[in-house]
Protein backbone atom coordinates (compact mmCIF):
# COMPACT_ATOMS: atom_id res chain seq x y z
CA UNK A 1 0.00 0.00 0.00
CA UNK A 2 1.54 3.38 -0.87
CA UNK A 3 2.44 6.21 1.91
CA UNK A 4 0.13 9.37 2.04
CA UNK A 5 2.63 11.98 1.47
CA UNK A 6 3.46 14.87 3.48
CA UNK A 7 1.89 18.16 2.86
CA UNK A 8 2.44 21.21 4.59
CA UNK A 9 -0.53 22.94 6.20
CA UNK A 10 -0.29 25.99 3.31
CA UNK A 11 -0.29 23.10 0.47
CA UNK A 12 -2.86 21.37 2.18
CA UNK A 13 -5.55 24.48 2.28
CA UNK A 14 -4.82 25.00 -1.15
CA UNK A 15 -5.10 21.45 -2.16
CA UNK A 16 -8.79 21.75 -0.34
CA UNK A 17 -9.29 24.71 -2.65
CA UNK A 18 -8.73 23.87 -5.75
CA UNK A 19 -10.55 20.75 -5.35
CA UNK A 20 -13.59 22.39 -3.92
CA UNK A 21 -13.53 25.10 -6.94
CA UNK A 22 -12.47 22.58 -10.16
CA UNK A 23 -13.97 19.31 -8.53
CA UNK A 24 -12.29 17.28 -11.35
CA UNK A 25 -8.88 15.50 -10.19
CA UNK A 26 -7.85 15.13 -13.79
CA UNK A 27 -8.51 18.85 -14.95
CA UNK A 28 -6.33 19.33 -11.61
CA UNK A 29 -3.03 17.49 -12.45
CA UNK A 30 -3.44 18.13 -16.35
CA UNK A 31 -3.28 21.73 -15.10
CA UNK A 32 -0.66 21.34 -12.71
CA UNK A 33 1.57 19.62 -15.47
CA UNK A 34 0.90 21.63 -18.85
CA UNK A 35 1.08 25.47 -17.62
CA UNK A 36 4.17 27.29 -15.46
CA UNK A 37 2.67 28.32 -12.14
CA UNK A 38 -0.73 28.17 -12.59
CA UNK A 39 -2.36 28.39 -9.45
CA UNK A 40 -2.02 31.93 -7.69
CA UNK A 41 -3.90 33.18 -4.35
CA UNK A 42 -4.94 30.76 -2.01
CA UNK A 43 -4.00 27.88 -4.39
CA UNK A 44 -0.75 29.28 -5.08
CA UNK A 45 1.15 27.15 -2.54
CA UNK A 46 0.55 24.19 -5.21
CA UNK A 47 3.59 25.73 -7.04
CA UNK A 48 5.52 24.47 -5.41
CA UNK A 49 5.15 20.72 -5.31
CA UNK A 50 5.67 18.02 -8.29
CA UNK A 51 3.03 16.53 -10.16
CA UNK A 52 3.75 13.11 -8.47
CA UNK A 53 3.21 14.40 -5.21
CA UNK A 54 0.07 16.04 -6.39
CA UNK A 55 -1.77 13.15 -8.07
CA UNK A 56 -0.45 10.90 -4.66
CA UNK A 57 -1.58 13.76 -2.98
CA UNK A 58 -5.41 13.79 -4.63
CA UNK A 59 -5.94 9.95 -4.97
CA UNK A 60 -3.81 7.99 -1.95
CA UNK A 61 -4.36 10.62 0.69
CA UNK A 62 -1.52 13.27 2.70
CA UNK A 63 -0.62 13.88 6.13
CA UNK A 64 -0.25 17.35 7.29
CA UNK A 65 3.45 18.28 8.04
CA UNK A 66 3.31 19.44 12.20
CA UNK A 67 4.36 23.24 12.83
CA UNK A 68 5.71 24.48 15.55
CA UNK A 69 6.31 27.93 17.71
CA UNK A 70 8.54 29.36 19.84
CA UNK A 71 8.50 27.35 23.16
CA UNK A 72 7.13 23.84 21.83
CA UNK A 73 8.45 20.60 23.12
CA UNK A 74 9.87 18.53 20.99
CA UNK A 75 12.11 15.28 20.23
CA UNK A 76 14.52 14.46 17.96
CA UNK A 77 13.89 11.46 15.36
CA UNK A 78 16.92 11.47 14.89
CA UNK A 79 18.94 10.75 17.95
CA UNK A 80 18.89 11.81 21.68
CA UNK A 81 17.35 15.21 22.38
CA UNK A 82 14.53 16.31 24.57
CA UNK A 83 13.71 20.46 24.48
CA UNK A 84 11.83 23.59 23.27
CA UNK A 85 11.85 25.40 19.76
CA UNK A 86 13.92 28.56 20.60
CA UNK A 87 13.91 30.24 17.03
CA UNK A 88 11.79 29.81 13.75
CA UNK A 89 12.55 31.24 10.57
CA UNK A 90 11.65 30.60 7.02
CA UNK A 91 13.34 27.33 6.47
CA UNK A 92 14.50 25.77 10.03
CA UNK A 93 13.43 25.14 13.48
CA UNK A 94 15.74 25.90 16.05
CA UNK A 95 16.22 23.91 19.39
CA UNK A 96 17.70 24.57 23.04
CA UNK A 97 19.40 20.98 22.74
CA UNK A 98 21.45 21.48 19.21
CA UNK A 99 19.57 20.29 16.69
CA UNK A 100 18.29 22.21 13.80
CA UNK A 101 15.54 20.56 12.03
CA UNK A 102 14.76 21.58 8.03
CA UNK A 103 11.19 22.35 7.60
CA UNK A 104 11.61 20.36 4.65
CA UNK A 105 12.98 17.17 6.04
CA UNK A 106 11.50 17.36 9.31
CA UNK A 107 14.16 15.75 12.16
CA UNK A 108 12.01 16.51 14.89
CA UNK A 109 8.36 15.90 16.23
CA UNK A 110 6.16 16.57 19.22
CA UNK A 111 7.63 15.32 22.33
CA UNK A 112 4.95 13.39 24.64
CA UNK A 113 3.77 14.49 28.01
CA UNK A 114 6.13 11.74 29.51
CA UNK A 115 9.43 12.54 27.69
CA UNK A 116 8.81 16.58 28.32
CA UNK A 117 8.57 15.21 32.28
CA UNK A 118 11.61 13.46 31.73
CA UNK A 119 13.60 16.25 30.42
CA UNK A 120 11.95 18.49 33.18
CA UNK A 121 14.06 16.26 35.64
CA UNK A 122 16.87 16.01 34.11
CA UNK A 123 17.57 19.25 33.57
CA UNK A 124 16.46 20.14 37.40
CA UNK A 125 19.16 17.68 38.82
CA UNK A 126 21.33 18.87 35.64
CA UNK A 127 21.49 22.60 36.94
CA UNK A 128 22.50 20.87 40.59
CA UNK A 129 25.56 19.02 39.18
CA UNK A 130 23.13 15.56 39.49
CA UNK A 131 22.56 12.54 37.57
CA UNK A 132 18.66 12.01 37.98
CA UNK A 133 17.71 10.35 41.27
CA UNK A 134 21.26 11.49 43.19
CA UNK A 135 20.88 12.69 46.83
CA UNK A 136 23.60 14.29 49.01
CA UNK A 137 23.47 15.28 52.90
CA UNK A 138 21.88 18.41 53.41
CA UNK A 139 19.62 18.48 50.19
CA UNK A 140 16.15 18.72 51.28
CA UNK A 141 13.93 15.92 49.31
CA UNK A 142 10.19 15.00 49.53
CA UNK A 143 9.28 11.51 50.37
CA UNK A 144 6.71 9.47 47.60
CA UNK A 145 4.38 8.11 50.17
CA UNK A 146 4.82 11.02 53.06
CA UNK A 147 3.62 14.83 53.34
CA UNK A 148 5.92 17.08 54.55
CA UNK A 149 9.56 17.59 52.95
CA UNK A 150 12.20 16.06 54.74
CA UNK A 151 16.60 17.13 55.42
CA UNK A 152 18.36 14.49 54.39
CA UNK A 153 20.99 13.57 57.08
CA UNK A 154 23.20 10.99 56.11
CA UNK A 155 23.58 8.34 52.94
CA UNK A 156 24.26 5.31 53.08
CA UNK A 157 24.25 1.31 51.41
CA UNK A 158 26.58 2.42 48.99
CA UNK A 159 24.30 5.40 47.93
CA UNK A 160 20.82 3.73 47.55
CA UNK A 161 19.44 4.81 51.33
CA UNK A 162 19.19 7.91 52.95
CA UNK A 163 18.65 8.77 56.36
CA UNK A 164 16.28 12.18 56.77
CA UNK A 165 14.47 14.22 59.18
CA UNK A 166 10.74 14.62 59.18
CA UNK A 167 10.32 18.57 58.81
CA UNK A 168 13.04 19.33 60.44
CA UNK A 169 12.49 17.38 63.54
CA UNK A 170 14.63 14.88 65.47
CA UNK A 171 12.96 11.70 64.97
CA UNK A 172 15.07 10.52 61.86
CA UNK A 173 14.08 7.67 59.26
CA UNK A 174 16.38 5.61 57.17
CA UNK A 175 14.71 4.81 53.40
CA UNK A 176 15.56 4.07 49.95
CA UNK A 177 16.51 6.36 47.81
CA UNK A 178 13.48 5.50 45.07
CA UNK A 179 10.95 7.02 47.67
CA UNK A 180 12.48 10.72 47.81
CA UNK A 181 12.75 13.42 44.74
CA UNK A 182 15.19 16.42 45.49
CA UNK A 183 13.34 19.05 46.04
CA UNK A 184 16.63 22.03 47.14
CA UNK A 185 20.04 21.22 46.37
CA UNK A 186 22.39 21.57 49.62
CA UNK A 187 24.07 24.07 47.28
CA UNK A 188 21.29 26.77 47.00
CA UNK A 189 20.40 26.28 50.97
CA UNK A 190 24.22 26.90 51.62
CA UNK A 191 26.14 27.84 48.38
CA UNK A 192 29.28 28.99 50.28
CA UNK A 193 30.03 26.50 52.47
CA UNK A 194 28.77 23.24 50.60
CA UNK A 195 30.86 24.41 47.43
CA UNK A 196 33.69 24.08 49.82
CA UNK A 197 32.60 20.81 50.96
CA UNK A 198 32.05 19.47 47.84
CA UNK A 199 35.79 20.48 46.43
CA UNK A 200 36.54 18.52 50.05
CA UNK A 201 35.12 15.37 49.56
CA UNK A 202 33.98 15.05 46.27
CA UNK A 203 30.42 14.44 46.98
Given amino acids: MANKVILTKEQAKSVEN ?60 IGVGTGKVTKVDEYN ?36 GREVGQIKPFDIVTHKHKKGLYEVISVEGNGEEATITKDFADSEIRVAFHYLKLDTPRKHRYPVYLDRLDVRTNE
Fill in 93 to 128: YYTDFGLVSSKRDMTIREATTEEIAEEKERRFYAGA
Fill in 18 to 77: VLRRAGNKVFIIRMHDKAHEPWVNNEASLNGISTDTLIRALYIGYEVQPTFEIGDWVKST
